[in-house]
């Protein structure tokens, strides 16, 4: 199946500060999603990109698809403490299991 | 709204003992998937059923077994555990061609966390 390579594996930063986490495959992918997971929680959904070169936006989140559909990233501008979190991408194969990344795990300090 | 619910949320198991999870998905969602996470890990895919019938399996063991009942939940069997069952395990809905969420967006539940000892 399809793998998704992710880095980094860990981030902090200081609130107010920026953070990306980027996601990158060998082969083409048909999509990509990105979920968010809160210390103790379970995966919730952010969005999905399906478009080579497309870029979606959530208020402080920015989401690309590469041109060539192998990478992909979330951004997130001037980081609040309720970021806190492990992001994941995922891509969606055939019957629509996720194959996940391994995650970046974002700490901010306050 | 309603979300995904899961039970137990915690279980404590010995070796060798068996083990159901139970899964009920959101109310018109005829897709559950079963995710297995390990400590500081990413989700591993197990098994997904549609409409009741097993759709697609993944790394799931042999000594797991699940199924999807006529009223959509969805149980997770394991029977034999060992010290690395030791997991959080997620269940996920999504509405197939119900089309009441798109059916690209999956929404996980709770999690049971299962230790062995």
């Known amino acids: 199946g399809q793998q998704v390579m992710q880095i980094p594996q860990y981030q902090h930063v200081q609130e107010g500060e920026d953070f990306t986490t980027y996601c990158n495959s060998s082969t083409t992918l048909s999509n990509i999603q990105w979920y968010k997971q809160r210390p103790g929680g379970h995966p919730v959904f952010l969005i999905q990109?399906?478009?080579?070169?497309e870029v979606k936006k959530q208020k402080r989140l920015t989401f690309q698809f590469g041109e060539a559909k192998k990478n992909s990233s979330l951004h997130i501008t001037a980081t609040q403490t309720t970021d806190v979190g492990t992001y994941f991408c995922a891509t969606q194969g055939s019957n629509y299991k996720l194959t996940f990344g391994k995650g970046t795990l974002l700490t901010v300090n306050p | 709204a309603a979300g995904v619910i899961q039970s137990p949320r915690h279980l404590i198991k010995e070796k060798r003992e068996t083990a159901t999870l139970k899964c009920y998905p959101i109310?018109?969602?005829?897709?559950v998937y079963w995710y297995q996470q390990g400590p500081g890990q990413d989700p591993q895919f197990l098994i997904s059923f549609y409409e009741k019938m097993q759709s697609d399996k993944g790394s799931i063991p042999d000594r797991f077994s699940a199924q999807q009942f006529s009223d959509y939940h969805s149980e997770l069997n394991m029977s034999s555990l060992e010290l690395g069952d030791s997991a959080l395990y997620f269940c996920?809905?999504?509405?197939?061609?119900?089309?009441?969420?798109?059916?690209?967006?999956?929404?996980f539940g709770p999690g049971t966390r299962l230790t062995v000892t």
């Open positions: 109310p018109r969602h005829d897709t």
């Open positions: 990109l399906v478009k080579s070169g």
């Open positions: 996920a809905s999504s509405a197939g061609l119900a089309g009441v969420t798109p059916l690209y967006e999956q929404y």
